[in-house]
């Protein structure tokens, strides 16, 4: 769908919600009314494509995707809150994204509940007006030829509204919301797809019954907000369906799946590597101090296989420790294996503050930038990274 086309349905879809009353003494955020943004001649990384265990773009030059989270998306809209992001998602805002050394990549995190407008999701904040919000900000990674990466962060299955993770992506609605995201950016084959954030099925093991559920689907566990105890289950959906949902709309774009526990656990993402006709999947690997594979021990064994066969991309890396000493080591050992890396997270905030017990919250760790206009670096993390770029 050329984006013409695809801003006559928005506008569509956009009329048709007027006729329904909205409230009109609440602000509509402008990322969800503005025309879409003019990204310029296509000489942003388009053609991307899984050549062997690496990723090349259109002319055939190897990329590795480096950069950042952005986050926001993927909660703000099922808050009534009246933006879409943890801060501006203004051209400026993408322009300090893009000042940092080699940084080429951007993961933008979504709700199904707002993709969708479903399942009591604030209808001034979903439907039509998310889709425009995500679609604007991709035109804008674009512009300063910056790869998007497009990834399912909270689901909502049933008539569940998707305010928090769950261990699998659903049933009910996953699929559905896949094929429509596929199909809204089907012609833009400078985006990535990821389709789950972090898998944590079998109460969170790496076990069989873990890696045939990613796979596969089962029946997995309920989680209301806040809490860590199940109230239900619900069917999940495995990867093998969302890559044959995606696949069903013509898309060719790379989809890179995160394995179980969080996706940290890469053990037998090879054994259970889904079917895909078109031969374009990857990995996605996410690392934090807390994690249980954080040495170089564990990364030589099933991640080292895994970057051996396909495109591995660490999408989130962090310590909330506000220290360097994780992530540099780490940095180190991807790039000797060809595999990308994105930092968590780019929200802007005070100084930084370690956690009290690493993995368990608190404190302010993940913001690492100062500001959304200069984009300096926020505390040791975030310097760490920042100098690592710059020494590539």
Request: glycine fraction near 10%; aromatic fraction near 10%.
């Amino acid at each position: 769908m050329t984006r013409a086309t695809l801003w006559m349905a928005l506008a569509g879809a956009l009329a048709l919600a007027c006729a329904k009353d909205p409230d009109y003494t609440k602000p509509k955020p402008p990322e969800g009314t503005a025309p879409a943004p003019d990204p310029g001649p296509k000489d942003w990384p388009h053609g991307l494509h899984v050549a062997g265990n690496h990723i090349e773009d259109g002319a055939g030059s190897t990329v590795v995707m480096r950069g950042v989270n952005r986050s926001g998306s993927e909660y703000r809209c099922v808050q009534n809150d009246p933006t879409f992001f943890d801060g501006p998602s203004t051209e400026s805002s993408v322009a300090a994204i893009k000042s940092w050394p080699n940084v080429n990549t951007v993961r933008v995190p979504l709700n199904e509940s707002c993709w969708l407008g479903i399942n009591g999701a604030p209808e001034d904040y979903s439907g039509a007006y998310y889709k425009t919000a995500i679609y604007n900000y991709v035109q804008w990674l674009h512009k300063y030829d910056l790869i998007p990466i497009l990834e399912l962060h909270w689901v909502g299955p049933g008539d569940q509204i998707a305010n928090r993770q769950q261990p699998m992506l659903d049933a009910d609605h996953a699929a559905t919301f896949w094929t429509d995201v596929a199909t809204t950016f089907r012609d833009d084959d400078g985006v990535v797809l990821e389709p789950y954030n972090e898998p944590f099925p079998d109460g969170n093991k790496d076990s069989e019954a873990a890696w045939a559920c990613w796979r596969d689907g089962c029946t997995a566990n309920l989680y209301a907000v806040g809490s860590n105890t199940p109230t239900g289950t619900y069917a999940a959906a495995g990867m093998q369906s969302i890559v044959d949902a995606i696949r069903a709309t013509g898309s060719t774009h790379i989809i890179l799946l995160g394995g179980v526990q969080y996706s940290n656990a890469l053990t037998q993402w090879l054994a259970h590597k889904p079917n895909d006709p078109l031969g374009q999947l990857g990995a996605a690997w996410h690392l934090y101090q807390f994690n249980a594979c954080v040495s170089a021990t564990c990364w030589d064994a099933a991640p080292a296989a895994v970057a051996a066969a396909v495109p591995l991309v660490a999408t989130e890396i962090g310590e909330d420790d506000c220290l360097g000493v994780f992530v540099s080591p780490l940095m180190q050992w991807l790039d000797g294996h060809g595999a990308g890396y994105l930092a968590w997270s780019w929200n802007a905030g005070t100084a930084c503050v370690p956690a009290p017990m690493p993995g368990r919250g608190g404190g302010r760790p993940w913001a690492i930038v100062t500001s959304y206009t200069t984009g300096a670096p926020n505390g040791g993390y975030a310097q760490a990274f920042y100098d690592h770029l710059g020494g590539l």
